[in-house]
């Protein structure tokens, strides 16, 4: 199955692909509305993005209340926007951060565009590639931790 | 709302004595002959703030303003800049920066933030969407750009706030304190965080939740498609990537223009050792990029031996790496990304710090400066150690680094001496290029609007040195030759147009100037895809122009005359011994008639003339400046 996978090291932390996302997805450039959103530790020269990663046993889909969450054909997580409540449960359920709600309380969540990631196709620095892979597990306080620890930072 | 695209539509204005914030409608008139950015800030300047203001009084404003571009997909927008007028010039005062506060502003909901007045006990001001509060700051006092940036991501319980904060050494009054957003994105000329201190602003934190649209996203789409790749086939993409500016370090050596032990020579022996080359190749670690940038061409760094083990940051830039090694003759890289490492956390401008301490060296190297005159410090070329007590000494305004910590100008004053060899224009410190290696950049320093800076013009092409080029622009070969002086009016007059409109639109000078990306006519059809407002190639210039010619007029009326554009005598009367500048000087006169010329401005007194004014719409002016002459 075909995933979105991230090398830290080459985040460079430009958010072109939260702007590519909003275009995309809303018509408008909005990092508030994309479906993938990176995390900055300017401090650290740090860069992660955090985006849904289609995990086999996604909890967002078994917490969910009104099963609003389900999975698609091609692997993503639809959500049915009748029977979503608004509740966010999803968004304190999902493992990496993924899911953030709109200004209505909508959950955005990351729909691979169809199988032509646009975040994917507009990254400057191709830190982010959608490749054929069955396991993406790494965490963003995993990759900080890992580079931190390669350049002898630890405050 | 305006119906215009890209733009944000609203203006912000925060009175700190009341404690009070209010929001007009972006005027589609303004946008049409401003843009935003530095048109904005340069027009509201112009009306607002008179001579009799004084920089560090409450009536003087304090403006933070960016352009239609930015918050979009556009390539490299998202720059603003800070205006006022300057505490260390007097006059005009603005700068630019990077980094994702730009963005931040566009997404709360504004294109211009204003400051005035002064806030009776310290506060940061945190805008979040359209709500506006005055936060206490009592607790930050004196704590450094990093220490604060951390305590307001705390306070406010959100780490995804973009801050712009006053330093220490703008607490303590030093003339030359900067802003710094993403900590060390500085917009630190001409002392723009020196007036935010003085207003009772530790920093401005932003959190926008908005949007931005365009007014025809497809056109826009593909000229962004089509700029994305231009960019990334442009022969300077894979050095810009590598290195950022620092790339020219060793070309600037080369052609003998890079200044070394305060212009006293033109090629640094040492060079190789503080390039960017090995910058790149021993430090860097990661790159980082500013918001919607392509290249992206900022680094970070970590040293990993010797004594600044554990030394890590971003940066720095060709004007830093260069003005904390080659200017001060200081041939040790770690060191000079120690002192840099400084500048950012206590919040002052690299340029104007190695400036007064390279200056205090030639002075010391000269007989004229004893050790009981710089508290015992030695100031021989090159001494890092005593750079970077220096650096401290100025930012808390303690014994010489207090003499120091007006600038150059001030300090000849106070000593008595010297003041022939402060590298200075209005005040102002000049950049890492020697003028009498680039004629044309020294044009652009003479008559900047800011003083003695490059970025109000930066006529790249000059560094081709090519014929060929200025024949076919100017119809004056010489114009694109680096060592002639014809047709350097016509050169610098384009090119500050050029600027005026990349410093209005708000993306990356570095690449869409540098790199000859959005020129005029990219830029007309830019800004019809981006904000639906119809320009002709020539009516952009046009813009530029205008704002080039209200600068002046905010500095004519600061009693600014053609004896102030001028360049230190070093530059028109000594030539460099050695190198591939050496032997001819800065022919100043010439080149300022042809400029004055060029520009409609009168020969005598660099006073822009009546019907030059009243050509760009400028009536009103015209009329206040006839009144003074």
Same mark, same amino acid.
């Given at each position: ?155 | ?43 509201? /300047?112009?009306?607002? #703030? ?172 593909? /000229? ?177 680094? =207090? ?16 003041? =022939? ?7 102002? =410190?000049?950049?890492?290029? =020697? ?11 003479? #008559? ?167 050509? /760009? ?13």
């Amino acid at each position: 199955m075909k995933r979105i996978i991230v090398e830290a090291v080459e985040c460079a932390g430009c958010r072109v692909c939260e702007l590519a996302c909003s275009y995309v997805h809303e018509g408008k450039f909005s990092p508030s509305l994309s479906r993938i959103t990176v995390i900055k530790e300017d401090k650290h020269g740090l860069d992660y993005p955090l985006y849904c990663r289609q995990c086999q046993s996604c909890p967002p889909i078994s917490t969910c209340p009104t099963g609003a969450l389900s999975r698609t054909e091609g692997g993503t997580v639809a959500v049915d926007q009748e029977a979503c409540i608004g509740c966010g449960s999803c968004v304190t359920a999902c493992n990496y951060d993924a899911i953030k709600l709109d200004a209505s309380s909508r959950p955005l969540i990351c729909d691979l565009c169809g199988g032509e990631p646009e975040c994917v196709r507009r990254c400057p620095t191709d830190a982010l590639r959608y490749v054929e892979s069955c396991v993406f597990t790494e965490t963003l306080e995993d990759a900080f931790a890992r580079l931190r620890m390669e350049w002898n930072i630890d405050d | 709302m305006t119906e215009l695209g890209g733009y944000a539509g609203k203006i912000l204005s925060i009175n700190l004595t009341k404690r009070e914030a209010k929001t007009v409608d972006l005027d589609k008139s303004l946008a049409f002959q401003f843009l935003g950015g530095r048109g904005f800030n340069s027009k509201l /300047l112009y009306e607002a #703030v008179g001579p009799d203001t004084d920089p560090l009084g409450p009536e003087n404003m304090l403006m933070f303003a960016t352009g239609p571009l930015v918050g979009t997909m556009f390539p490299t927008a998202s720059r603003f800049n800070i205006s006022a007028k300057s505490p260390q010039t007097g006059i005009l005062g603005d700068t630019n920066a990077g980094g994702h506060l730009a963005s931040e502003i566009k997404f709360a909901g504004y294109d211009q933030i204003v400051l005035e007045g002064r806030s009776s006990s310290p506060v940061y001001v945190y805008v979040n969407d359209g709500e506006v509060e005055f936060k206490d700051a009592t607790h930050m006092r004196g704590k450094d750009v990093y220490e604060t940036d951390d305590i307001i991501k705390d306070d406010l319980g959100d780490r995804r706030v973009q801050t712009a904060i006053a330093g220490p050494a703008a607490e303590n009054g030093v003339r030359f304190a900067g802003v710094f957003a993403n900590l060390m994105r500085a917009a630190s000329r001409t002392g723009m965080g020196t007036v935010m201190a003085s207003k009772g602003v530790k920093a401005l934190a932003v959190r926008g939740t908005g949007s931005i649209e365009v007014a025809h996203p497809r056109r826009f789409e593909r /000229l962004v498609d089509e700029i994305v790749v231009e960019i990334r086939n442009h022969e300077q993409y894979e050095g810009r990537r590598r290195m950022g500016t620092t790339r020219i370090l060793l070309m600037a050596n080369a052609m003998g223009f890079l200044p070394t032990r305060h212009y006293t020579a033109g090629s640094f022996e040492h060079a190789e050792e503080v390039s960017g080359e090995r910058l790149a190749e021993e430090f860097n670690v990661k790159s980082r990029g500013c918001f919607a940038c392509t290249i992206p061409c900022s680094r970070f760094y970590v040293v990993r031996e010797g004594r600044f083990a554990g030394l890590y940051g971003e940066g720095p830039e060709y004007e830093s790496q260069g003005s904390l090694t080659s200017r001060t003759g200081n041939r040790e890289l770690e060191l000079a990304l120690k002192a840099n490492d400084m500048c950012n956390r206590l919040g002052m401008d690299v340029l104007t710090v190695s400036e007064c301490i390279s200056w205090a060296m030639e002075l010391y190297e000269r007989g004229m400066l004893t050790r009981e005159e710089t508290d015992g410090l030695d100031l021989s070329w090159g001494n890092g150690e005593a750079m970077l007590t220096l650096i401290e000494k100025i930012s808390m305004r303690e014994g010489f680094g =207090d003499i120091l910590a007006d600038g150059t100008k001030p300090a000849a004053m106070k000593l008595g001496k010297g003041m =022939d060899l402060t590298m200075q224009v209005k005040g102002l =410190d000049l950049i890492m290029a =020697d003028p009498r290696g680039l004629k044309g950049f020294g044009l652009g320093y003479a #008559v900047a609007s800011r003083g003695g800076d490059h970025l109000r013009s930066e006529p790249f092409l000059e560094l081709n040195d090519d014929p060929k080029i200025g024949e076919e622009m100017f119809g004056v070969p010489e114009a694109t030759l680096r060592l002639a002086d014809k047709g350097k009016g016509k050169l610098i007059s384009y090119f500050e147009d050029w600027n005026a409109v990349i410093d209005a639109l708000e993306p990356c000078k570095n690449i869409m100037q540098n790199m000859e990306i959005l020129t005029f006519d990219r830029a007309s059809e830019v800004i019809e895809a981006t904000t639906g407002m119809r320009m002709t190639p020539a009516e952009v210039r046009l813009v530029g122009a205008r704002i080039v010619n209200i600068e002046r007029a905010f500095n004519v009326r600061e009693g600014i005359r053609r004896r102030d554009d001028s360049l230190p005598r070093r530059f028109r009367e000594e030539p460099l011994e050695e190198g591939a500048s050496s032997g001819t000087v800065f022919d100043q006169e010439p080149m300022l008639d042809e400029y004055y010329s060029e520009r409609g401005w009168d020969l005598e007194t660099g006073v822009p003339r009546r019907e030059t004014l009243e050509g /760009l719409g400028l009536s009103k002016v015209a009329s206040e400046l006839g009144r003074i002459e």
